[in-house]
C-alpha cells in the first residue's frame, strides 16, 4: 500500500533535498519548489490567500499541494497526482511528468522514518474544511481525493486509516 507521507516526503528530498529555503533558477520556492501560478491556482480554488512566502513553510507547503490534488487528482493515479504537481494538470501525464513521478517513487525507498513522522503529524493537524480526503489505494495505484463545501475534520480520520495501514 502506497502511503501518502512517504510520497510527500519522497517528493521533498526530489525537489529540494529537505531544504525548506530552496529556490530554483526557475523561481520555485520552498520543500516542495511550488511556483507562483501553483499559489495563485491554489487561491484561486480554495478562496484562501496563500502568498509566495508560504511555499517556504513546510506545513502550508504541503497544504497547498493537498488542496491542489483535490482540484485535479480526482479519479487519478499516484503517478498522474505526481506529474500534476511537477507539470501542472493538463501535463500531468507527459513524458517529463511520468519520469519526475518515476524519481519520486524510486525516492520513497530513500525517505527516513522520521521524516515520514512529521509529515504524518503535519497532515493530521491540517484543518482543511473544504476538502475531505476519501483516501483510497487501489493496489498502489489511485489516492481519491474529493473536494466539498463543508467536510469538517472527518477527513482526517480516513487520511489516518489509511496511513496507518
Not at 95 to 103: E, P
Amino acid at each position: 500500500m502506497t502511503n501518502l507521507a512517504v510520497i510527500i516526503s519522497a517528493m521533498i528530498l526530489v525537489e529540494s533535498s529537505g531544504n525548506d529555503l530552496a529556490v530554483s533558477v526557475k523561481g520555485a520556492c520552498g520543500p516542495l519548489q511550488i511556483r507562483h501560478i501553483y499559489v495563485e491556482d491554489v487561491n484561486r480554488i480554495t478562496g484562501r490567500r496563500y502568498t509566495d512566502a508560504d511555499t517556504f513553510d513546510r506545513t502550508k507547503s504541503i497544504e497547498m499541494l493537498l488542496c491542489y490534488w483535490a482540484k485535479y487528482g480526482k479519479e487519478c493515479s499516484v503517478e498522474s497526482m505526481l506529474g500534476a504537481h511537477y507539470r501542472g494538470p493538463r501535463l500531468k501525464d507527459d513524458k517529463l511528468g511520468r519520469r519526475y513521478a518515476a524519481r519520486v517513487l524510486q525516492a520513497t525507498k530513500l525517505v527516513k522514518d522520521e521524516d515520514v513522522a512529521w509529515t504524518t503529524k503535519t497532515i493530521e493537524k491540517l484543518d482543511i474544511p473544504y476538502v475531505r480526503a476519501l483516501i483510497a489505494d487501489s493496489g498502489g495505484k489511485s489516492i481519491h481525493l474529493e473536494p466539498v463545501q463543508s467536510a469538517g475534520r472527518s477527513w482526517i480520520m480516513r487520511l489516518r486509516k489509511f496511513m496507518l495501514g
